[in-house]
């Protein structure tokens, strides 16, 4: 008689880096079982932008009612989870810990391992989340608020840095562009619809940094000078809002497509991946399904709700690792990362 097999351990993954809690329990085999988030943009809508002590307080007051969440709709005790995945970094420090004192002082209480996360690799990871997922390797176009990275993924843990923003990140150009125009925050999905009703063409010669560069690096500074340059012309006023808003949105895109086409040439993958806020993009979806037919590769993306922040990347992360036997903290100590370059976090 043989002995029931041992099933994949159910993981409970805590995302806090920034201004969303996220919570999720997901087991290889059985895929995500359960996911809760709650969003803090109402609260630092009045401020223009995240404050960090507010999004730590923030996080504190929702993680208990989330993992209560997610607990319930799984149909799960806290008893049944076998371990706990956390954001550990790159990130605000105070909301990191929030999140990583919340994961590891659980799983100290329950005797259970706990798996701290590399953000970025969580989002380079979303992809896997749906049906079909990419095969390993790929190359991940990331485009966040905060990076803006070309890497080339072999496995979990096994990525090279092909490029990356030399200034600011894609998300962050959106957001102060936003800024510029006067929209509320977050600037990126509102820009992102203001353009759509734009005409790009009529602001053709806004900049495409380093497009032709023999690297795989980016720059975006140069871009949002030359938006507000633009606003300050004579006769600018916010009927031109819309045009403005579309044509700095081509020139990222155009960038953006540009660069991981290259990639692709570089390494010789044939499939493509996009993580991270921006992948939200409609424009980059669009153009990149675009270049990607004519180059035949496969375009993946996670879907929309995985693309911002989330806990079910930060749990496939987690389970992910624990697959390969990477180190857990089992003693209750724990550390986070604010800042922590994803090429160390093998
Ligand atoms: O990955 P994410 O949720 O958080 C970080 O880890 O940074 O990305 C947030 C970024 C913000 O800069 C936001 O403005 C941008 O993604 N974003 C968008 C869109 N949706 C989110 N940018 C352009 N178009 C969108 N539809
Ligand atoms: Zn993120």
Not at 297 to 326: E, S, V
Request: hydrophobic share 50%; with cysteine; net charge negative.
């Amino acid at each position: 008689m043989s002995l029931p097999r041992p099933s994949a351990p159910l993981v409970l993954g805590v995302e806090s880096s920034c201004d969303e809690t996220g919570l999720a329990l997901y087991r290889h085999g059985q895929g995500l079982l359960a996911e809760a988030l709650h969003s803090q943009i109402r609260l630092h809508q009045a401020y223009g932008g995240v404050v960090p002590e507010l999004a730590s307080r923030d996080h504190v007051r929702h993680i208990g009612p989330l993992l209560r969440d997610v607990l319930a709709q799984a149909d799960v005790h806290l008893a049944d989870v076998d371990a706990i995945a956390y954001t550990a970094g790159p990130g605000l420090a105070g909301a990191l810990l929030v999140g990583a004192g919340f994961a590891c002082g659980l799983a100290a209480a329950l005797g259970i391992p706990a798996v701290p996360v590399h953000h970025l690799e969580g989002h380079l990871l979303s992809p896997l989340l749906a049906d079909p997922a990419p095969a390993f390797p790929f190359v991940a176009l990331l485009v966040s608020g905060g990076h803006t990275q070309l890497m080339h993924v072999r496995g979990v843990g096994d990525h090279t840095l092909l490029g990356e923003s030399v200034d600011d990140a894609a998300g962050e150009a959106f957001d102060k562009t936003a800024k510029l125009l006067g929209l509320p925050y977050p600037g990126g999905p509102t820009l992102a619809r203001l353009a759509d009703a734009g005409d790009a063409s009529a602001y053709a010669g806004l900049p495409r940094p380093m497009l032709t560069s023999p690297d795989l690096d980016f720059s975006f500074s140069g871009l949002k000078t030359a938006v507000a340059t633009a606003t300050r012309t004579p006769g600018f006023d916010a009927s031109r809002h819309a045009d403005l808003a579309a044509g700095f949105q081509a020139a990222v895109v155009d960038v953006l497509v540009a660069k991981a086409m290259a990639a692709i040439t570089r390494t010789g993958a044939t499939r493509l991946v996009i993580a991270g806020g921006v992948g939200a993009n409609a424009a980059l979806r669009a153009r990149m399904g675009d270049a990607a037919r004519a180059a035949g590769i496969a375009l993946f993306y996670p879907p929309l709700r995985w693309c911002t922040d989330n806990g079910a990347m930060i749990a496939l992360a987690g389970a992910m690792r624990l697959a390969r036997g990477a180190p857990a903290d089992t003693d209750g100590a724990f550390g986070v990362r604010p800042r922590w370059p994803l090429d160390a976090a093998a």
